[in-house]
Nanobody, 123 residues
């Protein structure tokens, strides 16, 4: 499975941005898609995840109410709509895929990773 993340950029605090993650290859093996982020000098952290089927989503407390994860199964694409961005949202954002059904926030349990897209929020 290959994952291609896109949509990052430089925005001001309070702005919105939408990230996309296109999956290709043996996507039938994948059940959960997630977004993670890594700020300079910090560990990679969970942002949100979603199953390819059903409506189950999960969010980190830091982004609840501001970020929305969604998917387009026909396009094999997952999105992360980010609203009311803050300077602390500045990070490289990665999409990831998991072959297991469990919608976990644990980074090490994801099997495939995209290359990351940089989001910079200026205050």
């Amino acid at each position: 499975v290959q994952l291609q993340a896109s949509g990052g950029g430089l925005v001001q605090a309070g702005d919105s941005l939408r990230l996309s993650c296109a999956a290709s290859g043996r996507t039938f093996n994948v059940y959960v898609m997630g977004w993670f982020r890594q700020a300079p000098g910090k560990e990679r952290e969970f942002v949100a995840n979603i199953r390819w089927t059903g409506s189950s989503t999960h969010y980190a407390d830091s982004v609840k109410g501001r970020f929305t994860i969604s998917r387009d199964n026909a396009k094999n694409t997952v999105y992360l709509q980010m609203n009311t961005l803050k300077s602390e949202d500045t990070a490289v954002y990665y999409c990831a895929a998991r072959k297991d059904l469990g919608a976990t926030a644990q980074t090490f349990l994801y099997d495939y990773w995209g290359q990351g897209t940089l989001v910079t929020v200026s205050s």
